[in-house]
């Protein structure tokens, strides 16, 4: 196992690259960074049943909601060429380090 941390951050927009979602694009909804893994919107739902709880005001039936995917299967898509593309790292004249993409050499974070 990896001991790198994902460079995916909250609102970016994966493409899934394994498992039954294969190819879908979405909106990286949450990280947890010491898992490796995010949640991605729209991608990897499950089904869950909840019981009528209304003491807590929960209706019951089946309820979708995303299960996390581990970062290994989803690739960053870059916001300035649209491809699909692994992430590098740089440095601005500010001072500010910014992710890039290996792709088109494009700042990723705005
Ligand atoms: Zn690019």
Redesign the pocket.
């Known amino acids: 196992m990896s001991r790198l941390q994902t460079p995916i951050r909250r609102n970016d927009t994966v493409i899934i690259t394994t498992g039954k979602d294969r190819g879908k694009k979405g909106r990286v909804i949450k990280v947890v960074t010491e898992k490796n893994r995010l949640i991605v919107e729209g991608v990897n739902l499950i089904k869950r049943h909840t019981r009528p709880n209304p003491a807590k005001n929960v209706k019951g039936g089946i309820v979708s909601r995303e299960a996390s995917l581990h970062a290994s299967n989803v690739q960053l898509v ?6 699909m ?1 692994r992430i590098g790292r740089k440095v601005l004249a500010d001072g500010r380090k910014v992710r ?7 700042v ?1 974070d705005k």
Do not use: H, I, L, W
Request: overall charge neutral.
């Open positions: 870059c916001p300035e060429c649209g491809a593309t890039t993409c290996r792709k088109c050499e494009g990723v």
